[in-house]
């Protein structure tokens, strides 16, 4: 929230919303527009909007400034799109939140632990909006949820490719569209779709949620704030099996189906009659955003995970050159071969999460790989958390040496790092 009081002529428009209404705003790419709350009460996604604050809303943001009140917003900018709604489920949202609240108070009193719920639906229905906005009415009362991120094509903790779990202590930030990151997990995954490697996906969520328990164990506060989970949009066939699998691992107490009645049938079908199946209608505020804007996005995540967010030169990364010999790099999986020529009970599927070395050559340049936590290969590499992510932005074979792109400075914590599909090409 820089310093906005200086003089400024772009056009400014005074939007005054009624009780149960949303201002919904779109800007594209390059443009920005400031949102200021002049009269009542606001929030966004779960934010609560600060009065007089200017919030400046960019990076191609798609929001919905909700009042349950009354409130006057202020736009300065030209959003490319603005236009406001009473039709919203919010009051819908709201109540699952108090229903979520209801059970978290009576995890708390019984000692146990607080609601889990998976959250689940087709691309663009409002998944990933709809888990910010329950964790932030969460923390807003008072708990300490805990979000799991398995959408590993759109994460909403770290970069596509990766699952994660961070602990929510306060609301997202409006400017930031995020929630802060300090106490995440992040796990390799190293593909933007489950179908990738199916196993290794399950295997990574199993792994979510023993890091779940383990901090559970150790704060009561997140134990009885239960945990959020956000998943991908992939809801036919092997994604299905995906959810199930989650649902299960996790014992969901339940899931909320946004849009999708079908998606509800087969969940009631296959799993306990303990979990609820809540059917929630999707907002008409939600954005279809397409392959081609996804992509873009991704790309996007990966450069504010080394730049920042663009405009602000929040983070500066760092290049260095790092000798072949001191880092190991592998891929998990093993390319498939005949059941006949396994050893004696292995399967196909074993393969899927076997650490392979991988050689390193110019193949490599523009690669995300990830820093495992792993000292030693003793260690279970495969399913260790990431230290973080770099860049291969040069291989030199003859001088032996690799260069990459860093948010840290020289030396590596770590020496092995793990492969993902995942490009990037740092233009700066
Ligand atoms: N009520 C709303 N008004 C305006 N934009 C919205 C609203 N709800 C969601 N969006 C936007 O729609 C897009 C898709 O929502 P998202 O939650 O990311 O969907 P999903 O996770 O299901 O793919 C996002 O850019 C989000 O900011
Ligand atoms: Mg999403």
């Not at 770099?390 to 003859?398: H, K, M, P, R, W």
């Not at 790092?417 to 233009?427: A, Q």
């Amino acid at each position: 929230m820089a310093d906005k009081e200086e003089e400024d002529t772009r056009p400014m428009k005074d939007w005054i919303l009624v009780q149960n209404s949303e201002l919904r705003l779109e800007v594209q790419n390059d443009n920005s527009v400031d949102i200021q709350l002049l009269f009542g009460v606001a929030e966004i996604f779960g934010t609560e909007m600060a009065k007089n604050m200017r919030y400046t809303i960019s990076n191609q943001a798609k929001i919905a400034i909700f009042t349950d009140i009354s409130c006057t917003i202020r736009i300065l900018g030209s959003p490319d799109i603005a236009y406001v709604s009473t039709d919203t489920p919010m009051h819908i949202y709201r109540n699952t939140h108090f229903a979520l609240e209801h059970l978290r108070r009576t995890a708390q009193q019984n000692d146990t632990f607080g609601p889990k719920v998976m959250v689940c639906g087709p691309t663009d229905v409002g998944k990933s909006t709809l888990c910010r906005l329950l964790s932030n009415y969460a923390v807003r009362s008072g708990h300490q949820p805990i979000l799991v991120d398995i959408d590993v094509g759109q994460s909403d903790i770290s970069i596509p490719g990766s699952i994660g779990v961070l602990p929510i202590e306060r609301p997202a930030g409006i400017e930031e569209n995020e929630f802060l990151k300090p106490g995440s997990l992040v796990y390799h995954y190293g593909h933007n779709n489950p179908a990738s490697n199916l196993k290794f996906y399950d295997t990574l969520v199993s792994k979510t949620f023993e890091m779940y328990q383990e901090r559970c164990k150790e704060n009561p506060t997140n134990k009885y704030s239960g945990c959020i989970i956000n998943t991908c949009g992939w809801i036919d066939g092997s994604g299905y099996k995906c959810l199930l699998h989650c649902a299960k691992v996790y014992e969901v107490d339940a899931v909320l189906v946004l849009d999708h009645e079908r998606l509800c049938i087969d969940f009631q079908r296959d799993l306990p009659k303990t979990t609820s199946i809540i059917r929630l209608p999707k907002s008409g505020g939600t954005v279809v955003r397409g392959r081609e804007f996804r992509k873009n996005h991704r790309n996007n995540v990966v450069r504010e995970y080394f730049y920042g967010k663009k405009g602000s030169l929040s983070l500066f990364p760092f290049s260095f050159e790092v000798p072949f010999s001191e880092v190991s790099v592998y891929k998990i999986g093993a390319p498939e071969v005949p059941e006949s020529c396994l050893p004696i009970g292995a399967t196909a599927e074993d393969g899927n999460t076997q650490l392979v070395p991988v050689e390193i050559n110019k193949d490599l340049v523009n690669r995300i790989v990830s820093l495992s936590m792993a000292t030693s290969l003793e260690e279970n590499v495969v399913s260790c958390s990431s230290a973080g992510f770099l860049c291969i932005t040069a291989v030199n074979t003859d001088a032996e040496t690799i260069t990459v792109l860093s948010p840290a400075p020289s030396p590596l914590p770590r020496k092995f790092l793990l492969l993902s599909d995942i490009e990037f090409v740092d233009f700066k």
